[in-house]
């Protein structure tokens, strides 16, 4: 039977020897990520500037593509529809417009004319720079309470040079995920949000994977360097790595080309979240258990937290 292999099943390369040419590259993304959060910054949605929310339900299954061509002349800038719950159901999004409250009620009225007829109305809200705010910390909130919890965890399944790493190796890929919005200029809304966290998840499930041959390797060849025993894990699960950050990849593009503009930003984010991701599971965390003196535990023999089987 044909099975489809992307790497050998064994490999040799000598991954570690790379470690300070990726770290730098690393550091100057990260630096550079950090420059465009700030300028030109990011392209924030409507859940993050504010502006109108309408909810309506149709006579049938809403047609988004006209609803859209109906609203495109109305000069009211940044207007998105996505179906809510139900066919029939959909949510419109619409900037917060200059002015003051009457400003947002013509909006509601212009869109109401375009849609005519057929219409249920079930809500509208006018979303307002208090509430954006509020959206943002809790967004930020969100993110850093996910990376101390993995930091906790790996902290207490491993030690803590192996916590440090993963987290910094976290902290790498949302930084690079966050500037890669801000030089493309997508939009940046609460979808994006829960793509970081995904992101967050998918990260550290790689490094663990890593992180827990190399604790084996630890046990099983004392005799070797600590930077043989990171390249013997790193290679002993590359097959695994590759594959399945290729069919997840498969699976994300085919969204992004064929699941339109809705969720185009979220499927953005994992794909970038999904290439990090792998990259810093090999160069960063994986290295970074030199810089933090895990080497010299295990010449010395003094760490018996790593000998222990994992529970």
Known sequence: MF?????????????????????????????????????????????FRGGILIEVQTSGPANLSDMRSNMGG???????LQ???????????????????????????????????GVDYRRTEFVGPKVSG???????????????LMLIYI?????????????VALVHDVALSIGMFA??????????IAALLTIVGYSINDTVVVYDRVREN??????????????????????????TSVTTLLALVVLFVFGGAVIQ???????????????????IAAPLLIILGLGDRHRSGGDQSVAKPAP
């Open 3 to 47: 099975q489809l292999k992307l790497v050998p099943e064994k490999t040799n390369i000598q991954f570690i020897n790379w470690r300070k040419p990726a770290m730098v590259g690393s550091a100057i993304l990260v630096v550079l990520s950090l420059i465009l959060a700030a300028t030109p910054g990011l392209n924030f949605g409507i859940d």
């Open 74 to 80: 109305l000069g009211l800038g940044e207007v998105s």
């Open 83 to 117: 179906e809510f719950g139900a066919a029939d159901t959909v949510l419109i999004r619409i900037e917060k417009q200059p002015g003051d409250a009457s400003a947002q009620q013509a909006a509601v009225s212009k869109v109401r004319a375009a849609l005519g007829e």
């Open 134 to 148: 509020e959206l943002i910390e809790a967004g930020a909130i969100a993110i850093l309470l996910a990376v101390v």
């Open 155 to 167: 902290w207490f399944r491993f030690e803590w040079h192996f916590g440090v790493g993963a987290v």
């Open 183 to 192: 030089a493309t200029q997508m939009e940046f809304n609460l979808s994006t």
């Open 218 to 243: 630890l046990r099983k060849y004392k005799a070797k360097s600590l930077p043989d025993v990171l390249n013997l894990a790193i290679n002993d699960t590359l097959s695994r790595t590759t594959m």
């Open 265 to 283: 930003g979220f499927v953005f984010a994992m794909i970038w979240g999904v290439i990090v991701g792998t990259y810093s599971s090999i160069f």
